[in-house]
């Protein structure tokens, strides 16, 4: 508080809120250390307690104390076994270093000034007439009042006139050329340019590496990001099927056809537990899902988990991607009187481990 006392309180401003969310629960005071110890060693956590304690708010103000995520996964297609994609991962470097190549391959914009005055004629940003610049979409410069496209509309009729053919329009052309592709030469070597009007205003330059780096863009694998990199890192995942909480592959009236349907990669769906990568994997009243808890576990041991199609009706279920990412911080959270329910299925040994695991 910013005043000792309540009564000194007269507005909100007064009341001092603390950026981390940890600190904004009350009465909690005993497991705030442990909660904190967990979240910085990346330990599990299971909650226990009656509803509306904040075991919720307290799962999710551990993933505040949580570095963002530097991961990326990808499903990418194998052309040799299209029912068994390959799983890529890419760091956020390698990630920057990707934007940064397909930025390069877009093109370097430049202003019509500092292009060749050929050029900047040809897409009309220069006047033939007097060299003034402006927009290209003035067909009469500002300046000399002359028409800055007439070198154009000349080429095109003299261009007519050889083919035996007349000119369709005698409206004066009001957009100019889109694209010019000229050479230049750069240490010596000569290379291919090619120079595109964006708008009115700039000018895109496509050098010969822009132009080899889409070459590679076009040819590049097939790929279908999953698990992006810019995510949350908070997911909850209270009341999941097991389709919503373990991935799924689509199913595809065409089966999968290359012609007709889609491939499997493009089909692939992710998990809770992997969106949940490098994240807090939330899940209230886990007894509600004693036939999954199994499957958590296990995630939660290997820090991956296949992607799988579960209808059996369906071509997905075919399809099997195998060590998908899923490295994550589970919180578990349910009543005192459910913890008997707690992994059902196993014997009473594998359930003391399992609970010393947390």
């Known amino acids: 508080?910013?005043?000792?006392?309540?009564?000194?309180?007269?507005?909100?401003?007064?009341?001092?809120?603390?950026?981390?969310?940890?600190?904004?629960?009350?009465?909690?005071?005993?497991?705030?250390?442990?909660?904190?110890?967990?979240?910085?060693?990346?330990?599990?956590l299971l909650l226990v307690g009656p509803p509306g304690i904040g075991k919720s708010l307290l799962a999710q103000a551990i993933s505040f104390h949580l570095p963002e995520p530097s991961e990326e996964i990808t499903v990418v297609h194998n052309p040799e076994r299209p029912e068994r994609p390959f799983v890529e991962i890419k760091n956020r470097k390698e990630i920057e270093d990707e934007i940064l190549e397909i930025e390069r391959a877009e093109g370097e914009l430049i202003d019509p000034q500092s292009a060749p005055d050929a050029v900047a004629e040809r897409l009309g940003f220069k006047c033939i007439h007097c060299g003034e610049y402006s927009s290209a979409y003035n067909s009469i410069c500002p300046r000399c009042g002359g028409d800055k496209f007439s070198h154009i509309k000349a080429r095109r009729k003299h261009i007519g006139d050889l083919l035996g053919m007349f000119e369709m329009s005698s409206g004066s052309l009001s957009v100019p050329q889109k694209r010019v592709t000229t050479t230049r030469i750069?240490?010596?070597?000569?290379?291919?340019?090619?120079?595109?009007?964006?708008?009115?205003?700039?000018?895109?330059?496509?050098?010969?590496?822009?132009?080899?780096?889409?070459?590679?863009?076009?040819?590049?694998?097939?790929?279908?990001?999953?698990v992006p990199l810019d995510?949350?890192?908070?997911?909850?995942?209270?009341?999941?099927?097991?389709?919503?909480?373990?991935?799924?592959?689509?199913?595809?009236?065409?089966?999968?056809?290359?012609?007709?349907?889609?491939?499997?990669?493009?089909r692939v769906v992710p998990g809770a537990i992997h969106e949940?990568?490098?994240?807090?994997?939330?899940?209230?009243?886990?007894?509600?899902?004693?036939?999954?808890?199994?499957?958590?576990?296990?995630?939660?041991?290997d820090k991956t988990f296949p992607i799988v199609g579960r209808n059996p009706q369906s071509a997905g279920s075919s399809v099997k991607v195998d060590e998908v990412p899923c490295d994550f911080i589970f919180v578990g959270a349910c009543n005192i009187a459910d913890l008997q329910y707690i992994l059902p299925l196993c014997d009473q040994g594998s359930r003391e481990r399992v609970m010393s695991f947390f």
């Not at 910013?2 to 401003?13: A, P």
């Not at 750069?186 to 708008?199: C, F, P, S």
């Not at 010969?208 to 990001?225: D, F, M, S, T």
């Not at 899940?283 to 004693?290: G, K, N």
């Open 276 to 301: 949940a990568h490098e994240g807090v994997l939330f899940i209230d009243e886990i007894v509600h899902i004693a036939g999954l808890q199994r499957f958590i576990f296990s995630a939660m041991q």
């Open 1 to 44: 508080m910013n005043r000792e006392y309540l009564k000194d309180i007269n507005t909100t401003e007064d009341v001092k809120i603390p950026e981390d969310p940890l600190e904004r629960v009350i009465g909690h005071e005993d497991v705030m250390p442990m909660i904190k110890i967990a979240a910085k060693q990346r330990r599990h």
């Open 186 to 226: 750069i240490d010596g070597v000569e290379e291919v340019v090619i120079y595109e009007r964006v708008g009115g205003e700039e000018i895109k330059v496509l050098d010969q590496r822009a132009l080899e780096k889409r070459r590679q863009i076009v040819e590049e694998k097939p790929r279908n990001v999953i």
């Open 231 to 266: 995510r949350k890192t908070f997911v909850q995942a209270t009341g999941a099927s097991e389709t919503e909480l373990l991935g799924d592959v689509r199913h595809d009236p065409y089966g999968g056809h290359p012609d007709l349907g889609s491939q499997p990669y493009e």
